[in-house]
């Protein structure tokens, strides 16, 4: 296979977010199929501008097909499977600029999926402790989806996340939808409330203390601006959180998303090929990593 | 196939032979004291040409600059993957370059084989020329183990009357080269070639003392022992030559750019005048450049120049050291030789050893 050729995939939905986020629905040409675990990311391409790593943010469906009825209860999309998936952008480089500019229908260039995710299979049957700050919940919504969807196999599932404002929530009817939910906890918090804000305020660090867990059952995904890594690390180690037990996804700029270009490395790690999703045990020997 | 001898007055008809079916590279000088690979009409005596080149022979199988593929823009683009392997012959490749194309060879192979590096390497013949001295004072070859080379040439030349003059004189002076066959390639090119002969015993026998002889004239200048390495480096993350460094290196990328085993890219997009169209390329990329490990929204993992160079000595002497069980570093010298400051990698090393109170070697 060449490895830097993407194959071409369509917008089929697009929808705004935020002032600086859209949220796009992506299906393959031609019946390529396309299967990924949460927490996997894409290298997309808009041609004449260049190709970006970006994280997908939609949950693969299951395969058991009354589970995906089971799970579509209380959620505001369908799971993505067959040749789709979705992927949240930010518009802050020229690649995400040009992917702003398009409209259903446009065709992109696609490589991947790349990199692991989210050991979610071994987590069955334990607590789950997710915690996402401001653009982290894109890619943790997938695997946030993924668990709901299959919440039977789960304990207690909390989810936590934080934004700068109000108007920076990135899928609120999402999270509000969580939160009405009984059978899971969904803390949402703002760094600067305005005056229509009736929710919590505050860093999402001080989220974290309240909350009752039982260390030795709890897993804890984290996605968040490398800021945050280092302060919710200290609170979940408060909390007794043994390392092996906490994943977390980083963000770096994967070029070729195979390991070869260089630029993901962190000591003698390639992030698109052992990541992007590491275990805190494995990050806490890597300088440079947090 | 045997040990070939080769007379030095038809090496150039050897070059002629392989022009005939492909584009052949050899060194050339380039300005005083300069040399380069470059494609030559006419054959040059690569022997007179003795430093390491300006750029590796690297750049024929891993181009500065090359097109991944082109493609169409607009409503309905379209993707073509580019093509443009030929049959090449890289002419006087020295062994510490030679290592350094077989470590490429293990990138490129190893995990997500890359097929646009491998097809270019089976097209690719490379024709060794043994060293018997010290090419120039920056070179440290025999400290990392790749003056000799056993494999990854098709044929290596040895020059028979290089080092045992005065041997030599004694007996009737035929110049010759010893040919060591590296390959079934290397053999077909000889044996299509026909003017080369088995070595005799005798032959062979001066062939290893002229090898054993050529080792006085290398040293080793490590202060320890190079498996050593690796745990020199994991311990260095605060040694202080880091900081010391900072204050000196210019982040200029230099050493990355002349370095045979560097393989990072860039990759970026190039529009066709006419807007309709394009090609995806990439670019040799080095990881001591400020943006190196920049991403989208402006942070910055390797910040400082210290940060950066630490990570380019961990990836030769620790961590692709560790995974593949040799320095990523053959020894040219090139990085050394080619900095605006004069940071000398051995200086380097041998710094961190002494920090860290093991050198155990004078």
């Given at each position: 296979m060449p490895l830097y050729i993407p194959t071409l995939a369509e917008i089929v939905q697009v929808r705004r977010l935020t002032a600086l986020e859209k949220w796009f629905k992506i299906r393959t040409k031609d019946g390529v199929s396309f299967s990924y675990e949460p927490g996997q990311f894409v290298e997309v391409s808009v041609f004449g501008i260049g190709e970006a790593p970006?994280?997908?943010?939609?949950?693969?469906p299951p395969l058991n097909p009354l589970l995906t009825k089971e799970g579509i209860k209380g959620r505001s999309t369908l799971p993505s499977g067959n040749g789709t998936f979705e992927i949240c952008v930010r518009k802050v480089g020229d690649v995400t600029t040009a992917l702003h500019s398009l409209e259903e229908g446009a065709i992109v260039g696609l490589r991947g999926p790349f990199g692991k995710g989210f050991p979610l299979s071994q987590m069955k049957g334990c607590d789950l402790l997710f915690i996402a700050g401001g653009l982290g919940i894109v890619p943790l919504r997938s695997a946030i989806n993924y668990v709901l969807d299959r919440r039977d196999d789960f304990s207690n599932i909390t989810i936590l996340y934080g934004a700068k404002t109000p108007a920076e929530i990135l899928f609120a009817d999402e999270l509000?939808?969580?939160?009405?939910r009984k059978d899971i906890e969904c803390e949402i918090t703002v760094d600067k409330p305005d005056s229509g804000w009736a929710g919590k305020s505050g860093v999402i660090t001080r989220l974290i203390p309240p909350l009752e867990i039982d260390a030795k059952r709890t897993y804890a995904l984290i996605v968040g601006p490398p800021v945050m890594y280092k302060y919710v690390l200290m609170e979940l180690g408060i909390k007794k959180i043994p390392e092996a037990q906490i994943y977390i996804s980083l963000e770096r700029r994967m070029k070729c998303g195979v390991g070869k270009c260089g630029h993901c490395q962190i000591n003698s790690v390639y992030v698109c090929q052992e990541g992007p999703v590491f275990s805190y045990r494995t990050l806490k020997f890597l300088s440079e990593a947090i | 196939m045997k040990p070939q001898i080769l007379l030095k007055e038809d090496l150039p008809l050897l070059y002629e032979s392989l022009k005939k079916k492909n584009k052949v590279f050899s060194v050339m000088e380039k300005g005083k004291g300069k040399c380069v690979f470059?494609?030559?009409?006419?054959?040059?005596?690569?022997?007179?040409?003795?430093?390491?080149?300006?750029?590796?022979?690297?750049?024929?199988?891993?181009?500065?600059?090359?097109t991944l593929f082109c493609f169409r823009m607009g409503a309905s683009p379209s993707v073509e993957e580019n093509v443009d392997v030929e049959p090449q012959v890289i002419f006087g490749v020295r062994p510490c370059d030679i290592h350094a194309i077989s470590l490429l060879d293990k990138t490129f192979s190893l995990e997500n084989a890359e097929n646009r590096y491998l097809d270019r390497r089976k097209q690719t013949i490379i024709v060794g020329i043994d060293c018997l001295h010290h090419c120039d004072t920056y070179s440290f070859c025999e400290t990392v183990g790749t003056l000799d080379v056993k494999e990854g040439f098709d044929i290596l030349l040895t020059d028979m009357q290089s080092v045992i003059p005065s041997e030599a004189k004694e007996s009737h002076i035929v110049e010759k080269f010893f040919i060591t066959v590296g390959t079934k390639k290397g053999e077909e090119i000889l044996k299509e070639f026909g003017k080369t002969r088995d070595a005799s015993d005798a032959e062979v026998e001066q062939f290893n003392k002229i090898h054993e002889a050529r080792k006085r004239a290398f040293e080793y200048r490590f202060k320890t022992e190079v498996a050593n390495l690796p745990l020199v480096l994991a311990g260095a993350n605060e040694d202080v030559t880091w900081k010391e460094l900072e204050e000196i290196c210019l982040g200029c990328g230099s050493c990355n750019i002349v370095c045979p085993t560097c393989y990072c890219f860039d990759v970026f997009d190039n529009v066709d005048l006419s807007l309709n169209g394009g090609e995806r390329c990439r670019q040799w990329d080095a990881c001591t450049l400020k943006d190196f490990a920049v991403v989208a929204t402006g942070e910055n993992f390797?910040?400082?120049?210290?940060?950066?160079?630490?990570?380019?000595?961990?990836?030769?002497?620790?961590?692709?050291?560790?995974k593949y069980g040799q320095p990523n570093c053959v020894g040219c010298g090139r990085c050394s030789k080619v900095c605006l400051v004069k940071i000398d990698t051995?200086?380097?090393?041998?710094?961190?050893i002494k920090n860290k109170g093991i050198g155990n070697r004078e």
């Open positions: 970006i994280s997908i943010s939609s949950s693969p509000f939808g969580w939160q009405q | 470059a494609e030559t009409d006419t054959f040059s005596d690569p022997l007179d040409a003795y430093t390491p080149t300006l750029l590796p022979p690297k750049k024929y199988l891993l181009p500065q600059q090359e390797r910040k400082s120049r210290a940060n950066r160079l630490r990570h380019r000595f961990n990836r030769k002497f620790n961590y692709l050291m560790t051995v200086d380097v090393v041998n710094r961190l």
